[in-house]
């Protein structure tokens, strides 16, 4: 099994700058992908960023140019640098993993979410 343990949400004002970061422990042979979705109240959960084992990154549009997301595979730990935020950004954001553990074979794993809320 694989546990996530994100930190980092809060309050902001647009404009403003968080950082998100979501730790993955557990008996994790190969981390593969891991990544950030967000659901804002109303609306279906939706992909934020992804970056892969390869460190390729994808973005969402609506985030292109103001999120970064990194990883520390030594850390097993995935961040979200979050930078001019804007109201819409407003939702709870999860952490995704797919993991290979010792036990089981590749597997998504979803954290239980943080809250960002930027106020206008």
């Known amino acids: 099994q694989v546990q996530l343990v994100e930190s980092g949400g809060g309050l902001v004002q647009a404009g403003g700058s968080l950082r998100v970061s979501c730790a993955a422990s557990?008996?994790?042979?190969?981390?593969?992908?891991m990544g950030w979705y967000r659901q804002a109240p109303g609306t279906q959960r939706e992909l934020v960023a992804v970056i892969p084992s390869g460190g390729i990154t994808n973005y969402a549009d609506s985030v292109k140019g103001r999120f970064t997301i990194s990883r520390d595979n030594a850390k097993n730990t995935v961040y979200l640098q979050m930078n001019s935020l804007k109201p819409e950004d407003t939702a709870v954001y999860y952490c995704?993993?797919?993991?290979?553990?010792?036990?089981?074979?590749?597997?998504?794993?979803w954290g239980q979410g943080t809250q960002v809320t930027v106020s206008s």
């Open positions: 995704n993993v797919v993991a290979t553990t010792t036990t089981t074979s590749r597997y998504e794993y």
């Open positions: 557990g008996n994790i042979f190969r981390i593969h992908t």
